[in-house]
């Protein structure tokens, strides 16, 4: 995550949906109820990237600023849930809110949640545009509707974070 990143990003969305109400929503660190169920097989996230110490400190270390820079300046409301990910506080506001929700990120989960209250906007690598997910789009991609899509990916597993398929035993 680089500094360079975020605020491009902020400025995207911040001239996509100017007047828009915004939250940022963070993973709020520590053990969760899927490392609790992956924790036999110590998988969980096993797929990703390692991050050497020194560019994990720096970057701890620049989140309090960036938390007060979304608040103070681009008047982003922050929420934190210690022991929740941000992916599950995201899933259920985007249930619970009345109004229409447009969530901003690179996450296929997201997919699951696309209806006709709310828009999943994906930034993909390579491109300066996010695209709009739509039903259509993912029945074109993966053979399957965002309906579907939870029991596709429990198929399929998530090699990225080291979920098994359901070949494999879950």
């Not at 990003?9 to 109400?21: C, E, G, N, S, W």
């Not at 709020?28 to 797929?47: D, V």
């Not at 009345?98 to 930034?123: A, C, E, M, T």
Request: with cysteine; charged share 25%; hydrophobic share 40%.
């Amino acid at each position: 995550c680089s500094s360079d990143l975020v605020l491009s990003m902020l400025a995207t969305i911040a001239r996509k949906m100017p007047d828009t109400p915004m939250v940022w929503v963070w993973d709020g660190g520590g053990i969760t109820w899927r490392h609790k169920l992956l924790a036999k097989r110590g998988t969980y996230k096993g797929g990703r990237r390692t991050t050497n110490q020194a560019d994990y400190e720096s970057v701890e270390m620049q989140m309090p600023v960036l938390r007060r820079f979304l608040k103070d300046v681009m008047g982003f409301r922050n929420v934190l849930i210690p022991g929740v990910e941000a992916d599950d506080v995201i899933g259920v506001l985007s249930q619970a809110l009345p109004q229409h929700v447009v969530i901003y990120s690179g996450d296929r989960d997201f997919f699951q949640l696309v209806s006709d209250k709310v828009d999943v906007w994906r930034p993909k690598a390579g491109e300066s545009k996010p695209t709009l997910v739509t039903d259509k789009a993912v029945r074109r991609e993966f053979k399957v509707g965002v309906r579907q899509w939870i029991k596709y990916r429990a198929l399929c597993g998530d090699a990225s974070e080291k979920i098994p398929n359901a070949c494999k035993g879950v």
